[in-house]
């Protein structure tokens, strides 16, 4: 399906992508928790929103 060089590419790829975007948030963690208070009720609403709709889905095929 991919060759070995797409492979390496995708793998050298993601691992630098996780690192930069892990070092741009260390960079800026004191404002984000100054301007984002409550950031876990919103991930909470989020994830209770996503099960509501798997248990919708769930309810109205049966």
């Known amino acids: 399906m991919f060759s070995t060089g ?3 590419f995708g793998l050298i790829f993601a691992i630098i992508f996780v690192v930069l975007i892990r070092l741009s948030y260390k960079k800026d963690k004191e404002i ?3 301007h984002f208070k409550g950031k876990r009720y919103v ?3 989020f994830i ?3 099960m509501l709709l798997i248990v919708a889905k769930l309810w109205l095929k049966q």
Do not use: D, E, Y
Request: no cysteine; charged share 10%.
């Open 43 to 45: 991930l909470i609403g």
């Open 48 to 50: 209770v929103f996503v």
């Open 6 to 8: 797409q492979l390496i």
């Open 32 to 34: 984000h928790q100054k």
